[in-house]
């Protein structure tokens, strides 16, 4: 059976003004589809790939199979790491938890915010569960943190394409911008 675009959790000017409808359009409706068309294709072409999950693909494939498996689930991921009216201070478990493993909520956001804005060229800076602890982690073009062992949380999307039609190269504003919609009961969830 062939992968779908999902569908965005929010209307798509619900995250303006710090991602505007725009980005959006553009990012979920051509970014994130043509990686699951191309994903489709990969499927389509080979018999021994029917039926594996999406997360199947991530954790097994390579080269650009995984590069499009990779990116339809991360995006998938970053779209639920953020909501309208999301930010501010974490609530729940996830609040404990980045206390124990960064001391502070304002170090874990310097961190996060040091790892997103200063990870050269295309990739996801990710909060992950890695065995008890929290950690910030950087990953290259698609890379996920399912090859790693380690459990997602949250993340940042810092591809120019993520940003450039409201921040043109200011990726730190985007980054700043993102803390506005993070959604940590997604965060939550995923613990
Ligand atoms: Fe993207």
Redesign the pocket.
Known sequence: MAFTLPELPYAKDALSPHISAETLEF?HGK??NAYVTNLNDFVSKDASLAGKSLEDLVRTSSGPLFNNAA?VW??TF?WHSMRPGGGGEPTGEIARRIDASFGSFSAFKEKFSAVATGHFASGWAWLVKDGEGLAVIDTHDAGSPLTQGKTPLLTC?V?E??YYVDYRNARAKYVEAWWNLVNWDHANAQL
């Open positions: 990012h970014h994130h990116q991360n995006h970053y999307d591809w394409h993520a």
